[in-house]
């Protein structure tokens, strides 16, 4: 399994814009695929965005498409989430996940390793 940190999260004003981080340890991070999801109170956990271990290929959940963008730096061993035009309704605790292989999935059985989240609050 890899471990998995998540930071960069906070309060921010509709419009305004966070990067989140994840960083992993564990196996060789370019070999597996990250993901982000978001859960909201009451509300299931749903995928936002993922990446494959190469970093070329990335998927998003339309309700954040053109507004969030996934990278990541292998040699850094971490994944970002840009955010930018944020919305109330991103109000969310946000969470990084690792795939068993080099692709990324959008549902959350997919991934075997989880960061312990970051809370998101966009005011409006």
């Known amino acids: 399994q890899v471990q998995l940190v998540e930071s960069g999260g906070g309060l921010v004003q509709a419009g305004g814009s966070l990067r989140l981080s994840c960083a992993a340890s564990?196996?060789?991070?370019?070999?597996?695929?990250m993901g982000w999801f978001r859960q909201a109170p009451g509300k299931e956990r749903e995928f936002v965005a993922g990446?494959?271990?190469?970093?070329?290929?990335?998927y998003y959940a339309d309700s954040v498409k053109g507004r969030f963008t996934i990278s990541r730096d292998n040699a850094k061993r971490t994944v970002y989430l840009q955010m930018s035009s944020l919305k109330p309704e991103d109000t969310a605790v946000y969470y990084c996940?690792?795939?068993?292989?080099?692709?990324?999935?959008?549902?959350?059985?997919?991934?075997?390793?989880w960061g312990q989240g970051t809370q998101v609050t966009v005011s409006s």
């Open positions: 996940a690792a795939s068993p292989n080099s692709v990324y999935f959008t549902q959350a059985k997919g991934y075997d390793s």
């Open positions: 564990g196996r060789t991070f370019s070999n597996f695929g």
């Open positions: 990446i494959t271990g190469s970093g070329y290929s990335t």
